[in-house]
């Protein structure tokens, strides 16, 4: 007999498997997804491994109950990177699966609930339970649990085993599935046809025989009532009575590029730099066997933004479609997805399929199934993308990998795509290439360590001659940085310097397009009473509102203050709510009040906005883009979207409007992300013919992340940033573990929060493991989210994961290993 482990969908501290027996009418393979009995439930897990030997005792083994059909669904190679993930970041096996599954594949079995037969006396808690069932005639058992509290499923079983419950247990349907159309074609040869039409020509049956002659001519028809519009109910009832004509189910595509038309593009000559570039990677790409240091395979191309990193990419993934193997191309964010997918898309037409979150579920199912049979070459998308279900992988590319969205924090597995894209690449083979103008600090040091192989592209690139050869090189773009303490000195106070007015009426005048750069959305970061300096926050989250002013270009429905967290709305009263004040300040300026200013210095000018508020879609992305390129706008003011990947070659002034935003943030990568984005932003100017410049504003022009971005000098910002991390023994010498713990009471909050750490550390004494810093218990920033209070607790060292060895976290907390944020 043949056994399966199986990681059943369970909430386990242990990334551990279940055996199973394997039924011969089953027919299980490794990566299927099953059903299998788990206590008195029926539970959904993955089949893990087939032995003969199992590790449960053979008396206590069951057998599989069933397999969903269409598997397996996860590949062979994923199996031990799902492994991986949940062992690192101290999640489930079922968990780590999810990554894996297409969408809409993971269902529970329900149980419904409904009146039995009461015969005692019931006590105050079953009669909430089955009042509730009477007045709803039916209710779902974990409904019932969760209203009658702590303890409640135990009351829900004792009624059901003493039948006062009725219990039916039914499997929830897919979320998602295939969409069919239905086709209505002949049935029969066209010769027999033929002898119909010659039968029925003329007289009262000869709609009969031009509805077979319609047929004949190669149409189709969706529905019999069209038909009966056409040729009558009586012929329609006749052909389908005689089986002329036959129903057939056609599978409709959901394709998320259905409406979009590339014109086909050609590669360019590439320069020495890139081309060295590119006969690296295809040299791995093309190595018989891949060889065992992962510092082979693994490249960190670091150019200066226009410096031709994408060409490199594509030249890389066209030698890898030549060579017989598959491609996986990520991007940070759907921000960056319909620019990239103009460049990818016009190389490779028809070969590029989607994964990303800004498609409709739908597109979603049918892109992840047409990938998984190998429809498509490449595959491109955002962070979920890496475990796209493909075979015969040669390439993985992470543009823009510093970017701090390839880490899932918001739910578990809160893994990283750099780190799965290393362990993938591990188990396949494949050539993996970050790429980055401003390489996260970790990556670089990677790189100086050997592991990482360091390419190089050192100049921004010229234009394209008619033999697409690229001429010359292009300058950056000259940068100046305004203290914005001597314009308040010299009595400007407004948040536009003069100087980057100046150089915004130069920009225009001649031609060419203003970005300006301002990472907070909305038209003020918070709302202040003067009398009592009360700011105005959310009563769910400890966060200021922000105030939103309905205009033309937003899409916010009216005026007001919102919460970005919870998106709790209240309208801006003018009247204190805490004292009564009349005056109310708005302080810190956003988005909206960005462009409202331009329009008062430039009445003339048409601005654009770009933000999270104005864009929401990945078609929302594509419209503005659009309409910044090839409309009259003259400016458009934006978040950190306008820094991510824009080549428009017609940009010729970027204006930071505040570079300090960020810097005062209690986390050590501070300086870093400041850094970058000031470099990226800066990096969108300049790159046609006219040329570029780009002003930062700031209170503080002497720090030294400001000073190396205006220099776009990332090796002067690396020296100072890995000294400063090594003193404080910060990543990427040591490894960090944030524990969460939320709470619906501020005082239960702090009081797990005590316990835990005080069990931390005693561990860490009584098992010598001093090397591991506890840190804290302190207040997570923001302290109240949606109606709950958070404490955390950071875990330091070298192995920080040696303490949760100890003392297991449990379902109260929630464990971000390696956090790309520690607010």
Not at 683 to 697: E, V
Request: aromatic share 8%; with cysteine.
């Amino acid at each position: 007999m043949q056994f399966a482990e199986v990681a059943v969908d369970f909430p386990d501290e242990h990334s551990r498997t279940f055996s199973y027996s394997n039924p011969a009418g089953v027919g299980v393979v490794v990566g299927d997804l099953v059903w299998v009995p788990f206590g008195a439930r029926t539970l959904q897990g993955v089949v893990f491994e087939l032995t003969d030997t199992p590790v449960a005792e053979l008396e206590k083994i069951r057998p599989i109950a069933a397999r969903t059909v269409g598997g397996p669904f996860i590949t062979e190679h994923l199996i031990p990177v799902a492994r991986w993930v949940a062992e690192h970041y101290r999640t489930t096996l079922f968990t780590a699966c999810s990554l894996l599954l297409p969408p809409g594949a993971s269902s529970k079995l329900r149980t419904w609930l409904s009146p039995g037969v009461i015969d005692r006396d019931l006590t105050k808690r079953e009669q909430q339970a089955v009042g509730y069932v009477l007045e709803n005639e039916r209710a779902p058992k974990s409904r019932i649990a969760r209203r009658l509290g702590l303890g409640g499923t135990a009351v829900v079983d004792r009624l059901i085993r003493q039948r006062i419950l009725h219990a039916e247990s039914k499997w929830e349907k897919p979320r998602v599935a295939a969409v069919y159309s239905n086709r209505i074609e002949l049935a029969v040869a066209e010769s027999v046809a033929d002898q119909l039409i010659e039968t029925h020509h003329g007289g009262k049956s000869s709609r009969r025989a031009d509805l077979l002659k319609w047929f004949k001519l190669g149409k189709v028809a969706q529905t019999k009532s069209s038909l009966n519009k056409l040729f009558g109910s009586t012929a329609v009832k006749w052909a389908f009575d005689e089986n002329l004509l036959k129903v057939r189910k056609i599978k409709r595509d959901r394709d998320p590029l259905a409406n979009y038309f590339f014109q086909q593009a050609f590669p360019h000559l590439p320069t020495v730099a890139q081309r060295g570039a590119i006969d690296a990677i295809v040299a791995q790409i093309h190595a018989a066997k891949p060889s065992i240091d992962s510092g082979d395979r693994r490249f960190l191309l670091h150019g200066v933004t226009g410096s031709g990193k994408t060409e490199v990419y594509l030249q890389a993934i066209e030698a890898c479609i030549a060579a017989g193997k598959r491609a996986i191309y990520l991007v940070p964010e759907i921000a960056l997805t319909p620019q990239t997918l103009q460049r990818i898309a016009s190389r490779f037409p028809g070969k590029v399929g989607l994964l990303h979150s800004g498609l409709t579920l739908g597109q979603r199912y049918d892109q992840w199934w047409r990938v998984k049979n190998g429809e498509f070459p490449i595959v491109l998308g955002s962070r979920g993308a890496i475990f796209a279900p493909i075979e015969k992988s040669g390439l993985i590319i992470i543009d823009e990998e510093h970017e701090w969205t390839y880490k899932q924090g918001d739910q578990a597995p809160r893994y990283h795509a750099r780190a799965a894209a290393e362990r993938i690449s591990e188990e396949t083979g494949a050539a993996l290439v970050l790429g980055s103008a401003t390489p996260d600090i970790s990556s670089y040091r990677a790189a100086m360590v050997g592991r990482y192989r360091l390419l190089e592209l050192p100049d921004r690139i010229g234009s394209a001659s008619v033999d697409r050869a690229v001429v010359g090189t292009q300058p950056m773009a000259a940068v100046e940085i305004i203290d914005m303490r001597d314009e308040r000195a010299d009595g400007h106070f407004e948040m536009l310097s003069r100087r980057l007015i100046d150089s915004m009426r130069d920009a225009l005048h001649l031609g060419g397009k203003v970005i300006l750069y301002l990472n907070r959305r909305g038209s003020a970061s918070f709302i202040q009473c003067i009398d009592c300096g009360q700011v105005r926050k959310c009563r769910r989250c400890d966060t200021a509102l922000t105030f939103h002013r309905n205009s033309s270009d937003t899409r916010a429905e009216k005026s007001g203050l919102i919460c970005h967290y919870c998106n709790y709305r209240v309208s801006a009263v003018s009247e204190c709510p805490t004292c009564g004040g009349k005056q109310m300040r708005r302080s810190a300026p956003g988005t909206e009040s960005a462009a409202e200013s331009v329009r008062q210095y430039f009445p003339g000018i048409e601005v654009v906005r770009w933000d999270s508020d104005s864009a929401r879609t990945a078609t929302d992305h594509q419209r503005i883009m659009d309409e910044f390129v090839t409309s009259g706008a003259g400016v458009l003011v934006g978040t950190q979207m306008v820094a991510k990947g824009l080549d428009i070659p017609s940009v010729t002034l970027v204006g930071v409007i505040s570079a300090d935003t960020g810097l005062a943030v209690p986390d050590f990568r501070a300086g870093e992300r400041a850094f970058q984005v000031l470099a990226q932003v800066v990096g969108r100017s300049g790159r046609g013919a006219l040329g570029g410049r780009a002003i930062i504003q700031t209170f503080n022009p002497d720090h030294y992340a400001i000073q190396a971005a205006a220099d776009q000098d990332y090796e002067l910002f690396y020296e100072m940033e890995i000294r400063l991390r090594a003193s404080q023994a910060n990543p990427p010498f040591t490894s960090m573990i944030k524990l969460m713990h939320s709470a619906g009471t501020p005082e239960n909050a702090k009081s797990e929060a005590d316990r835990m750490a005080a069990a931390l550390s005693d561990a860490r004494e009584s098992h010598g493991e001093t090397g591991i810093e506890v840190i804290g218990p302190t207040p997570a920033y923001p302290l109240k989210m949606r109606n709950m209070f958070r404490w955390q607790i950071l875990l330091k060292g070298t192995h920080p994961e040696r303490l949760l060895e100890l003392v297991p976290p449990g379902s109260l907390w929630s464990v971000d290993v390696d956090p790309e944020s520690l607010g």
